[in-house]
């Protein structure tokens, strides 16, 4: 609907827009599908009211719901108030985002009754309400956000992406709900840019491959194919903004730092208009010419004049006019002749807009300036104490009123309110009669890498890179607290002790504080400098009296607490230990099962799991004893694991997707689990506090990118864990809330802390789903419990029972539907799963022991579920891929004339005998003539006669003829083990 236009003003021709009921009649339509629930879209509200049913407080939103009416029709702009808590229906549902993209536009949406924006942040589109403080979330691109627009009429929101399998998704502003999505649209790299038309009924997308793309979309219709589309040429260099003119739809702009581009299609055929000038004209602000001067034009910024056939772009200070004259010729540059230059400031402009006949710019003072349309200024904010723009949003309501013109007669026009965005993430809502700034948002701009929860309080501590520090509270979401360390810049790590009397900081120049939580200062005095290398762990023990760090120099510092008679108390460094020779990956504090002592572990990159004695050790002076609890896996993380048997565990997870269980008292590995495979290893778990609404335990754990929980204890079923994108660019750390309501994590680059809700019903059910006893295991074999490989399964433990038996002998076999301990090492390779002799001890003892603290008594044999259940737990989670054996011959072997990586005979031989787990001459000779179908009466022929003298037995002639002097990974592979050739 058009706007009143008051008598003499002057309107922007995008308000004076048509009817827009067809595009959410075509909007509808598309939500809609096919559901044959979907009934009439009109309905009787006075009917309704009747219904004895409803409740008071019921919005039309709500009603239409009951009704089955559709949610986009009915929705209004107060849809998306919260009138009570929304269900969660997810295992993770995101509840709030603190921060934003600070690159990325912000746009105004309301402004009437209610302060309304829309920004981004990571992956996610925000509509934030101001007035109520709560944020509408929308979810569904996998990586970040590269651009965003929205109508004229503030009714629809569209929103790309860029990467694999990038997305284009259209939302209903009102409802929030996606409308339509364009899959793919620009495959080869995603969207830089992308903008409605006047009339929002067409959108182009500006691509982000090597040779640019521009698609123009009628995203109305259901097709997924653009209806006009031309590739760049990248002489041009890269376009990185796009725009419609709004007088028409067919005129589209593009500009980069050499080139702006100005498109017209003409029976579906796109032209261009290169603009490029080498030569113009500089003028004063008044119009007066001066004289000639040579310059090259660098684009940042370009719109279509209001009302004159023109482009105007920004470079530098300057504005660019460039006529567009129909006699231009087509795909060639527009002429100099027809560009011109004012100089504007001195200042750079960093935001270009038009409104209401207006040209507003931004520059990298914080001052918004108005112009007319002959660049004349009109007014100017320059009290708005910020700093560089990055965009200016104008809201669709708007006054009457006056603007001083300096050069002519004030007359009355349209004075809208609007929102300046900031490079430093900086919101701030203007009242343009006023002149009153108001700031919306201070988000974060800087990386955040550091948070952490208070152990019985709703709150929430961030520390960015740039050493500010911020205090949360999640229920009320207020900033409560806040402190920048001048000198201490990146903070690294954070953590509250138990009773949450201290909060512990690590910063990047190696500095460790101690601080009051209330008040962020230090009232002990405590700042210590330990270390020049980074801090990057920071806890406390159990009982608060000892902090431990860890840093990137692979040392390990213990702090103590000392609080005598007599002496004021105060923290004191015990020592700081270099107990690893590769990085540290945790640091994890405990208590002795025998004196409740605290006690001390740290895991390194080194495979080594390091216990320090604190009751023994004294200033200076670290006890320590370590032991390595790896074999080829690096571990990443561990965690105590929570009471669920008699026996205390230690619960580590490694980059081969395997979890496994120690003895808190003597380390022995006692289970080995297959992790959550999702995409990435696990990089930090954290046990949450037990569920009151189930009675169980659960495991939180981030990946690369990623946020899951899986339901306790471990036992390597794929349908016990969830996870979801967090952020896509990479998390850099995670922690949960005091009471497990709430999971929080925080992005490397992306400048914001995310806000999980935690549904444990959700993922119980979905755990339910996945089957119980052996069936989630069994999907976990190919073809299941009805394909080939079970069958063999099966076969080989029933021969592996024969076999125990004898072969040979001539009494009655037992049936059994057990085999003893001593036949699984066999059958596992039989199954071509090879482990070494420490994980076979590592699986006997699993089962071995697997009742002994229950029962006191020891397991000899397995039957075949259970047996099932180790070889999924235990096999590698992806098997053994081509780039891995590749590796391992670059590094063992060498070179030949070809550049392949080759192992020598001999070399090989060595290998096998000295490295590792090293195997006798006897062993390697019966493995080798076992592969290679050998025996003592081979043949010898073709072997020299120094190989046939070489050693004592026939084999060893046999094997110097059957296998060549010079092994390369196919013929290891193909030849000697007669493998398939591993996967890509």
């Not at 004294?618 to 965690?639: F, K, T």
């Not at 009494?811 to 699984?824: A, R």
Request: overall charge negative; hydrophobic content about 35%; aromatic content about 8%.
């Amino acid at each position: 609907m058009s706007e009143p236009e008051a008598e003499g003003s002057t309107l922007l021709p995008g308000y004076k827009t048509e009817d827009q009921s067809h595009l959410i009649q075509e909007a509808e339509e598309r939500s809609a599908g096919d559901d044959e629930n979907q009934v009439e879209k009109s309905c009787d509200d006075e009917g309704l009211m009747k219904n004895k049913e409803m409740k008071p407080q019921e919005t039309m939103s709500d009603m239409s719901k009951r009704a089955g009416q559709s949610q986009i029709l009915t929705a209004t702009r107060d849809t998306l108030s919260p009138k009570e808590t929304p269900s969660r229906s997810h295992v993770l549902s995101l509840e709030r985002v603190y921060g934003r993209n600070p690159h990325l536009p912000v746009f105004s949406l309301q402004d009437l009754h209610q302060q309304v924006i829309f920004y981004a942040g990571a992956n996610v589109g925000i509509i934030y309400n101001h007035t109520s403080n709560t944020q509408h979330l929308l979810q569904g691109h996998c990586h970040l956000i590269s651009d965003m627009c929205v109508s004229q009429d503030r009714r629809w929101i569209a929103t790309a992406d860029q990467g694999s399998q990038s997305t284009v998704i259209i939302w209903d502003s009102y409802s929030g709900i996606p409308v339509n999505t364009l899959f793919d649209c620009h495959t080869d790299g995603g969207v830089t840019a992308i903008e409605f038309s006047e009339n929002s009924k067409l959108l182009v997308t500006l691509g982000a491959e090597q040779i640019q793309r521009v698609c123009v979309w009628d995203w109305t219709n259901e097709t997924q194919h653009p209806l006009w589309s031309t590739e760049l040429n990248p002489a041009f260099g890269i376009q990185h903004c796009i725009t419609f003119n709004p007088s028409d739809s067919t005129h589209i702009l593009t500009c980069g730092k050499s080139h702006g581009l100005f498109y017209n299609w003409v029976n579906e055929n796109f032209q261009h208009f290169t603009l490029n000038p080498r030569r113009f004209r500089k003028r004063n602000p008044m119009g007066l010419s001066q004289p000639s001067e040579s310059g090259v034009l660098s684009v940042s910024r370009c719109v279509f004049h209001w009302s004159k056939p023109q482009i105007l772009a920004t470079s530098g200070g300057n504005l660019v006019l460039c006529d567009i004259m129909d006699g231009s010729i087509p795909n060639q540059s527009i002429s100099n002749e027809n560009v011109k230059v004012i100089q504007l400031q001195q200042n750079q402009i960093t935001a270009l807009t038009v409104t209401d006949r207006f040209l507003v710019i931004g520059n990298s003072q914080g001052q918004v300036l108005f112009y007319d349309e002959n660049i004349r200024l009109l007014t100017i904010y320059d009290e708005l104490n910020l700093d560089a723009i990055v965009s200016i949003s104008f809201f669709k309501e708007g006054t009457e009123g006056f603007v001083d013109d300096c050069t002519s007669k004030a007359k009355p026009v349209i004075i809208r309110n609007f929102v300046v965005s900031t490079i430093s993430s900086t919101v701030v809502h203007v009242n343009a009669q006023k002149r009153l700034p108001q700031t919306l948002l201070q988000e974060e701009y800087e990386p955040i890498h550091a948070v952490a929860c208070h152990p019985n309080q709703p709150l929430v501590v961030i520390g960015n890179q740039i050493g500010i520090l911020k205090v949360w509270n999640y229920d009320e979401k207020v900033l409560i607290g806040q402190r920048v360390f001048k000198n201490k810049k990146q903070i690294q790590c954070l953590a509250f002790d138990p009773q949450g009397l201290y909060l512990g900081l690590g910063f990047g120049s190696g500095a460790v504080d101690v601080l009051d939580p209330k008040t962020l200062q230090s009232n002990l005095g405590e700042c210590f400098q330990c270390t020049e290398d980074s801090i990057h762990i920071i806890t406390f023990s159990l009982d608060s009296n000892y902090l431990a760090t860890a840093d990137a120099g692979m040392a390990v510092t213990v702090f103590r607490f000392w609080s005598n008679e007599g002496s004021l108390p105060r923290w004191t460094c015990l020592g700081r230990y270099c107990s690893h020779y590769e990085p540290i990956k945790d640091l994890l504090f405990g208590v002795h099962l025998d004196s409740t002592q605290p006690r001390l572990l740290s895991l390194g990159m080194d495979r080594r799991l390091v216990d320090y004695d604190l009751e023994n050790s004294d200033v200076n002076q670290l006890v320590i004893s370590s032991g390595r609890i790896e074999q080829s896996a690096v571990p990443m993380c561990m965690a105590w694991y929570p009471p669920l048997t008699t026996e205390h565990f230690l619960l580590t997870v490694s980059d081969q997707y395997k979890m496994k269980l120690f003895n808190s008292t003597t380390n022995m590995c006692r289970k080995t689990l297959l992790g959550p495979t999702y995409d990435s290893p696990i990089e930090q778990i954290l046990v949450l506090p037990k569920s009151t609404e189930t009675d169980s335990y659960y495991l939180a754990f981030r990946t690369e990118d990623k946020v899951g929980l899986q339901i306790l204890p471990v036992d390597g079923n794929p349908y016990k864990s969830n996870a979801v994108i967090c952020h896509p660019t990479g998390a850099s750390a995670f922690t949960c809330s005091h009471d497990g309501r709430f999971i929080f994590t925080t992005g490397r680059s992306d400048c914001t802390l995310m806000s999980w809700e935690f549904n444990a019903n959700v993922l119980e059910a979905a755990a339910a789903l996945g089957g119980d006893n052996l069936e989630p295991f069994l999907s976990l074999i190919d073809g299941g419990k009805n394909g080939k490989f079970y069958q063999e399964m099966e076969d080989f433990f029933f021969y592996c029972q024969i076999r125990h038996q004898g072969t040979d002998s001539m009494e009655e076999h037992k049936p059994s539907d057990k085999i003893p301990l001593s036949e699984v090492p066999a059958l596992m390779r039989a199954l071509a799963f090879f482990p070494t002799e420490q994980e076979i001890e590592d699986m006997q003892n699993e089962v071995k022991f697997s009742k002994y603290a229950e029962m006191g008594n020891y397991v000899t044999d397995i039957d075949l579920g259970e047996f099932i259940k180790l070889y999924v737990n235990h096999r590698p989670a992806f098997g053994i891929y081509k780039k891995d054996l590749a590796r391992a011959f670059q590094v063992l072997g060498s070179c030949d004339i070809m550049g392949t990586p080759v192992l020598n005979r001999q070399e090989l031989m060595e290998l096998l005998q000295v490295r590792g787990e090293g195997m006798t001459e006897e062993e390697v000779s019966e493995c080798f003539t076992t592969l290679l179908g050998l025996n003592d009466t081979s043949d010898e022929e073709g072997c020299s006669e120094h190989e046939k003298s070489s050693g004592s037995s026939v084999s060893k002639y046999s094997m110097a003829c059957a296998i060549p002097n010079e092994i390369s990974m196919e013929t290891f592979v193909g030849h000697i083990l007669k493998l398939p050739s591993p996967p890509e």
